[in-house]
């Protein structure tokens, strides 16, 4: 991947990661999504493009960076691992959904208010994880273009 791909590919992922942070807040504000985000670390879109192979990142970042974003990117899905396992898969065992019959098998509100503590809490490596980024995205401009593959 060349250089210009690479930046490309960067802004690319952080604005995934910025839009399924705001998904995620829309959800736990009473707005229907689609679908919920992915739970592997490997299979969302900035897992796939950081543990990809055919990019190179680790050799072009340097391991310093890279394992920056790797321990990030893996604390950001463990802290979404809580909100996802609390409002997609027990929202339909809760208690309220069975006893009141809840056709969208919504959260009961003490599950809603721990979520959104959970989410507060995701912020702080999501943060983390989009400065580094920025760094990285800035190391990546100042490298030298025989620095990647054509």
């Not at 910025?18 to 670390?41: A, R, T, Y």
């Not at 543990?51 to 463990?78: A, C, M, P």
């Amino acid at each position: 991947m060349n250089k210009i791909k690479t930046i490309e590919t960067m802004q690319k992922v952080k604005k995934f990661h910025e839009s399924q942070m705001d998904n995620l807040q829309d959800f736990l504000n009473g707005k229907h999504v689609e679908e919920p985000m992915c739970i592997s670390k490997t299979q969302c879109e900035f897992g796939r493009w950081l543990y990809g192979r055919e990019n190179n990142i680790e050799k072009i970042l340097g391991s310093h960076f890279y394992e920056s974003l790797d321990r990030l990117h893996t604390q950001w899905h463990k802290e979404y691992s809580k909100i996802y396992e609390l409002v997609f898969v027990n929202k339909k065992k809760g208690f309220f959904p069975k006893v009141f019959g809840s056709s969208e098998g919504g959260l009961d509100p003490l599950s809603l208010d721990k979520a959104k503590l959970y989410y507060e809490e995701l912020k702080v490596p999501s943060q983390e994880l989009l400065k580094v980024l920025s760094l990285c995205q800035r190391r990546v401009f100042a490298m030298s273009d025989s620095m990647f593959d054509e």
